[in-house]
Every structure is written in C-alpha cells, then in structure tokens.
C-alpha cells in the first residue's frame, strides 16, 4: 500500500497562491491515478483535480484556470498549484492514490482511491 504524506497549506488573503505536495512512498503503483480533494466545513468531501498515470489531468469546474495538478519526474510527488484562491476554497485538502487494473481506461473520476493522505488545511481569507 502507498503512503501519502501532504504539506503546503496554510493560509493567504484572497488572490493569494499556494502550492501544495503530496510525498508518495511504500508500494507505489505503475498504473494509477492521483487526486487531491477537499472538505470545507459542513460540507462534503468533493474532487478537486485529479492525474493518471499517463499524465492526463482533469479538474472540478470550479478550480479550472485557477489550480493546476502536476507530478515531479520520479512521479513521487503530487503537486497542486493553487493561484487567484478564494475564500470558497478554503478546505482541508488530501492527496489520494488509486491503483488501476491493467484493463481499465476510464478517468479518474469514478475509481475508487484505497490511500489517503492526513490532509493540509488551506484558508483564504477575504
């Protein structure tokens, strides 16, 4: 199993950027995909942006222009550039990993992720 460790977060004034990572270690997978995903207060867990193992991203409508998802070349670690960042986006953020059956072909959206990360808190205020 993968472990996932993030860091990054902390807190900005609207229009603020941050950059989150997220350290992978253990057995990592050679076909998988990556998320990070965030939980406001009161509110569900939701996809922010996610990346497969073939380098193909994709992001929540909300977060599109703004966050871009990116991995280092070892592909060990995730990255999440976060610019212009509003007070709606404050959440604890985690990194995900789901590891992708030889078959599968689909995106990122609907698999199921098996390891987490401990989660980063981002807060921006206005």
């Known amino acids: 199993q993968v472990q996932l460790l993030e860091s990054g977060g902390g807190s900005v004034q609207s229009g603020g950027s941050l950059r989150l990572s997220c350290a992978a270690s253990g057995n990592t997978y050679s076909r998988y995909c990556m998320g990070w995903f965030r939980r406001a207060p009161g509110k569900e867990r939701e996809g922010v942006a996610s990346?497969?193992?073939?380098?193909?991203?994709s992001y929540a409508d909300s977060v599109k222009g703004r966050f871009t998802i990116s991995q280092d070349n070892a592909k060990i670690t995730l990255y999440l550039q976060m610019n212009s960042l509003k007070p709606e986006d404050t959440a604890m953020y985690y990194c995900?990993?789901?590891?992708?059956?030889?078959?599968?072909?689909?995106?990122?959206?609907?698999?199921?992720?098996?390891?987490w990360g401990q989660g980063t808190q981002v807060t921006v205020s206005s």
């Open positions: 995900a990993a789901a590891r992708l059956s030889w078959w599968y072909d689909g995106g990122c959206a609907q698999v199921p992720y098996n390891a």
């Open positions: 990346i497969r193992s073939d380098g193909s991203t």
